[in-house]
């Protein structure tokens, strides 16, 4: 059957088709040498459905590709169970940012941070460094904690220190690590202003804006970078005892 009727079929659009059969995951049957036209079979009704329900559920197209490659009901099974842990995961999260920000609507007087403006001596920080894209920030600053602590180059003792750019981008570099002599981060010598956070991580807006607002209102100029030093485990705390200390290096 032609493209058309292949997608209305399978109630995807014409050009959902033509871009999975790009991807390598719905090739079409047949190709006409000289018109170009593409040709489905009722066959493949069953890939098309299965791409379109996985698609609906926001599953990354290489797990698709991996869905449709397994060779068995067991590899299915086994990809399938790693995005409902995934979903039930990112579920976890969207739930727990709709209450901080239901907790903050309801008592925002309940949200005070106490700024500190100290002279702090220069530090290097050594760990891993990665990119980190602003639209995913929390999870992209999770694994490169998790990949730290696998590196095995951080002591367990110490906790981990994130660095960031003061103004982000669509795509930044984030480091994590710990203070160390040789590493290759430097946190420069001079002011630097800092405050405490006690609560989870999507709550952290609040703290920054209160941070760098004190910072503006009290005539100081922000330089760079911004770190987050996680002084609790989430591991072990619950999300409400998260502590989380908040650092902008300011010009002299």
Known sequence: ?????????????????????????????EVDPHSGYRYYRADQMRTATTIALLRGLDVPLPVVRDVL?????EAVAAVLAQQRDRMRAE????????????????????????????????????????????????TGTAALCRAALRSGGVPGREPLVAVFPL?????FPVTVG???PDGDVVLPAGPWASTLHVGPYPQLPLAYAALLEHV???????RGPVTE???????????????TRLAVALAE
Request: glycine share 8%; charged share 30%.
């Open 1 to 29: 059957m032609p493209i058309g009727a292949f997608a209305r079929l399978s109630r995807l659009t014409v050009k959902a088709v033509r871009h999975y059969a790009a991807e390598g995951l719905l090739v079409p049957a």
């Open 69 to 73: 490659a397994a060779d068995d009901d």
């Open 91 to 138: 579920l976890a999260h969207r739930e727990q940012v709709l209450r901080s920000l239901e907790g903050l609507l309801r008592s925002p007087e309940r949200v005070r941070y106490d700024v500190v403006v100290a002279e702090r001596a220069a530090r290097r920080l050594g760990g891993v460094r990665g990119p980190v894209r602003a639209d995913a920030l929390d």
């Open 167 to 171: 103004d982000l981008t669509e795509e």
């Open 178 to 180: 710990v203070p160390t």
């Open 216 to 222: 503006r209102e009290h005539g100081h100029e922000a």
């Open 229 to 243: 030093t996680y002084l609790t485990d989430p591991g072990v705390a619950a999300p409400e005892e998260l502590v």
